[in-house]
Protein backbone atom coordinates (compact mmCIF):
# COMPACT_ATOMS: atom_id res chain seq x y z
CA UNK A 1 0.00 0.00 0.00
CA UNK A 2 2.92 2.84 0.99
CA UNK A 3 4.22 1.48 -2.50
CA UNK A 4 1.64 2.82 -4.26
CA UNK A 5 0.98 5.92 -2.14
CA UNK A 6 4.79 6.77 -2.81
CA UNK A 7 4.00 6.12 -6.95
CA UNK A 8 0.64 8.36 -6.53
CA UNK A 9 2.77 10.72 -5.02
CA UNK A 10 5.74 11.03 -7.44
CA UNK A 11 3.55 11.09 -10.23
CA UNK A 12 1.47 14.08 -9.18
CA UNK A 13 5.29 15.82 -8.18
CA UNK A 14 6.08 15.15 -11.78
CA UNK A 15 3.01 16.76 -12.83
CA UNK A 16 2.78 19.93 -10.99
CA UNK A 17 6.64 20.39 -11.37
CA UNK A 18 6.27 20.09 -15.36
CA UNK A 19 3.35 22.29 -14.92
CA UNK A 20 5.44 24.98 -13.06
CA UNK A 21 8.23 24.58 -15.35
CA UNK A 22 6.14 25.40 -18.60
CA UNK A 23 4.23 28.89 -16.43
CA UNK A 24 7.40 30.41 -15.65
CA UNK A 25 9.89 29.41 -17.96
CA UNK A 26 8.35 28.70 -21.42
CA UNK A 27 4.88 30.40 -21.53
CA UNK A 28 4.35 34.00 -21.95
CA UNK A 29 1.75 36.38 -22.63
CA UNK A 30 2.32 39.33 -25.24
CA UNK A 31 0.07 42.03 -24.64
CA UNK A 32 -0.11 43.77 -28.03
CA UNK A 33 -0.18 47.76 -27.84
CA UNK A 34 -2.86 49.47 -29.52
CA UNK A 35 -1.57 51.73 -32.60
CA UNK A 36 -0.97 55.34 -31.87
CA UNK A 37 -2.89 57.31 -34.62
CA UNK A 38 -2.40 61.36 -34.92
CA UNK A 39 -5.84 63.16 -34.68
CA UNK A 40 -5.84 65.96 -37.41
CA UNK A 41 -7.68 69.21 -35.47
CA UNK A 42 -8.36 72.52 -35.49
CA UNK A 43 -8.16 75.39 -32.60
CA UNK A 44 -11.41 77.40 -32.43
CA UNK A 45 -11.64 80.89 -31.92
CA UNK A 46 -14.26 82.28 -29.17
CA UNK A 47 -16.50 83.31 -32.36
CA UNK A 48 -16.90 80.08 -34.03
CA UNK A 49 -17.91 78.05 -30.88
CA UNK A 50 -21.14 76.57 -30.76
CA UNK A 51 -23.41 78.91 -28.44
CA UNK A 52 -23.91 75.97 -25.99
CA UNK A 53 -20.10 75.29 -25.63
CA UNK A 54 -18.97 79.07 -25.54
CA UNK A 55 -21.86 79.23 -22.41
CA UNK A 56 -20.38 76.29 -20.84
CA UNK A 57 -16.71 77.64 -21.57
CA UNK A 58 -17.83 81.22 -20.23
CA UNK A 59 -19.04 79.68 -16.58
CA UNK A 60 -16.24 77.50 -16.12
CA UNK A 61 -13.50 79.99 -17.44
CA UNK A 62 -12.04 81.26 -13.33
CA UNK A 63 -11.14 77.83 -12.64
CA UNK A 64 -9.04 75.34 -14.69
CA UNK A 65 -11.32 72.93 -16.60
CA UNK A 66 -11.30 70.11 -19.03
CA UNK A 67 -14.23 68.71 -20.83
CA UNK A 68 -15.53 67.46 -24.02
CA UNK A 69 -18.72 68.64 -25.70
CA UNK A 70 -19.36 66.63 -28.97
CA UNK A 71 -21.88 68.50 -31.56
CA UNK A 72 -22.51 68.00 -35.50
CA UNK A 73 -20.13 65.44 -36.01
CA UNK A 74 -17.23 67.25 -34.24
CA UNK A 75 -15.59 66.71 -30.94
CA UNK A 76 -14.58 69.52 -29.14
CA UNK A 77 -11.63 69.09 -26.64
CA UNK A 78 -11.64 72.10 -23.52
CA UNK A 79 -8.77 73.00 -21.28
CA UNK A 80 -8.77 76.46 -19.49
CA UNK A 81 -6.48 77.27 -17.10
CA UNK A 82 -8.17 79.51 -14.88
CA UNK A 83 -7.84 83.35 -13.77
CA UNK A 84 -4.48 83.99 -14.51
CA UNK A 85 -3.12 88.04 -13.17
CA UNK A 86 -2.03 89.30 -16.50
CA UNK A 87 -2.41 89.02 -19.96
CA UNK A 88 -0.03 87.31 -22.71
CA UNK A 89 -0.12 83.46 -21.97
CA UNK A 90 -0.37 81.11 -24.93
CA UNK A 91 -1.39 77.79 -25.11
CA UNK A 92 0.47 74.75 -27.10
CA UNK A 93 -1.14 71.59 -27.87
CA UNK A 94 1.68 69.06 -27.35
CA UNK A 95 0.26 66.24 -28.52
CA UNK A 96 -3.44 64.79 -29.62
CA UNK A 97 -3.40 60.98 -30.90
CA UNK A 98 -6.34 58.18 -30.56
CA UNK A 99 -4.45 54.42 -29.51
CA UNK A 100 -6.84 51.93 -28.69
CA UNK A 101 -10.46 53.16 -27.16
CA UNK A 102 -8.53 56.39 -26.27
CA UNK A 103 -8.20 59.53 -27.15
CA UNK A 104 -4.87 61.71 -25.45
CA UNK A 105 -4.56 65.67 -25.06
CA UNK A 106 -1.64 66.95 -23.75
CA UNK A 107 -1.21 71.30 -23.64
CA UNK A 108 1.19 73.30 -21.60
CA UNK A 109 0.37 76.65 -21.15
CA UNK A 110 2.88 79.21 -21.46
CA UNK A 111 3.71 82.16 -19.98
CA UNK A 112 4.13 85.99 -21.18
CA UNK A 113 7.96 86.55 -22.62
CA UNK A 114 8.11 89.86 -21.86
CA UNK A 115 7.21 92.64 -19.41
CA UNK A 116 5.34 94.29 -21.23
CA UNK A 117 2.91 91.65 -22.42
CA UNK A 118 1.77 91.44 -18.69
CA UNK A 119 -0.71 94.40 -18.80
CA UNK A 120 -3.01 94.68 -15.22
CA UNK A 121 -6.03 93.00 -16.49
CA UNK A 122 -6.37 89.58 -15.44
CA UNK A 123 -6.33 86.69 -17.97
CA UNK A 124 -8.21 83.32 -18.45
CA UNK A 125 -6.72 81.23 -20.86
CA UNK A 126 -8.37 78.53 -22.64
CA UNK A 127 -7.99 76.43 -25.80
CA UNK A 128 -10.82 74.75 -27.26
CA UNK A 129 -10.10 72.17 -30.32
CA UNK A 130 -11.84 70.57 -32.54
CA UNK A 131 -11.81 67.20 -34.27
CA UNK A 132 -13.74 64.71 -36.27
CA UNK A 133 -16.47 63.10 -33.63
CA UNK A 134 -14.90 59.90 -32.70
CA UNK A 135 -16.75 57.95 -29.17
CA UNK A 136 -13.81 57.18 -27.38
CA UNK A 137 -12.89 58.19 -23.78
CA UNK A 138 -10.75 61.26 -23.21
CA UNK A 139 -7.58 61.73 -21.27
CA UNK A 140 -6.39 65.00 -20.87
CA UNK A 141 -2.46 64.97 -19.94
Known amino acids: ?????????????????????????????????????????????????????????T???????????????????????GKQDSGGYSITVDDLYASGEMIYLDTSLIGPKQAKELGETPSYPYIVIKTPFEDKTVVFD
Open 1 to 57: MKKIARTLCLIWLGIFGCAGILLFTGCSWKQEKPEKTNLAFTVVDEARLPEELLKLV
Open 59 to 81: EKKEASFKMTYADSGYLYLCVGY
